[in-house]
């Protein structure tokens, strides 16, 4: 999904793996479907179902913790947190600093949305979260980098006309481009980015990146994570 700026994360040490009754999931709490606080206050999406799910299988006790998205990567190598489940695509950046699990989210596309689909995203004003890949792939384009915090932003600036185009991931923008009546529309062609969406861990808990990666696989190999992923994306989402 998206891609962290490393700076502050290089500048933590990465802490060795802690034997712990609990193992603490880090997300960010502020991405539908991925994960997302509902009415009740609670945590909700694909990645809670998964995360969960995967937990179950582990036999690991788990429980949540939210954390912003611009910090998400510092807070787990300083040990806040034992995993991140946040949207995050696998990068050769990323991969420098914490290590992934197999992917549980094939390689997705990123697209523009803007108010018509015919806004020229290569010289015009596009706006991305902030330290995503999608905001290091609008700054090397011939158009104006506008960042923000968080993706509804990108949305809100492009509706006051702040911006020409809000660049992120598809199935993110998807229902709300629905949920327009046309207000909003896609823009050009889908860009492939990323290798996918996996679970961070720091690289010193081999033992915990092992135990999540054979139920992934397991879960893979008898359908249950296409089950998820049809539940939260619809029947079209990208399966294994």
């Given at each position: ?105 094939p390689?997705t ?30 700054a090397?384009t ?37 949920a ?42 008898d ?12 029947e ?5």
């Amino acid at each position: 999904m998206r891609t962290l700026t490393l700076a502050v994360a290089l500048a933590l040490s990465a802490g060795g793996a802690l034997a712990q009754d609990v193992v603490r999931m880090g997300t960010e709490g502020a991405y539908p479907p991925y994960s997302y606080i509902n009415d009740q206050g609670e945590l909700e999406g694909f990645e809670i179902d998964l995360g969960n799910e995967v937990c179950a299988r582990a036999g690991l006790t788990c429980e949540w913790v939210t954390n912003e998205w611009d910090s998400i990567i510092p807070n787990l190598v300083s040990g806040n947190y034992d995993t991140i489940m946040a949207g995050m695509s696998i990068t050769p950046e990323r991969d420098a600093v914490i290590d992934f699990t197999q992917n549980y989210i094939p390689p997705t596309p990123s697209s523009y949305i803007g108010l018509t689909p015919d806004v020229d995203v290569t010289s015009g004003v596009v706006a991305a979260q902030s330290t995503t890949m999608q905001a290091s792939y609008v700054a090397e384009t011939g158009a104006t980098l506008l960042e923000f915090a968080t993706q509804d932003e990108t949305i809100a600036a492009v509706q006051n006309g702040e911006a020409d185009a809000a660049f992120g991931d598809t199935d993110y923008f998807a229902p709300i481009v629905e949920a327009s009546g046309g207000a909003l529309a896609f823009v050009g062609e889908p860009v492939p980015l990323g290798d996918g969406i996996g679970i961070g861990v720091r690289e010193s808990d081999t033992e915990l990146k092992a135990q999540l990666d054979e139920v992934i696989a397991a879960m893979k190999a008898d359908g249950s994570l296409n089950e998820l992923l049809a539940k939260w994306f619809g029947e079209a989402a990208p399966s294994y």
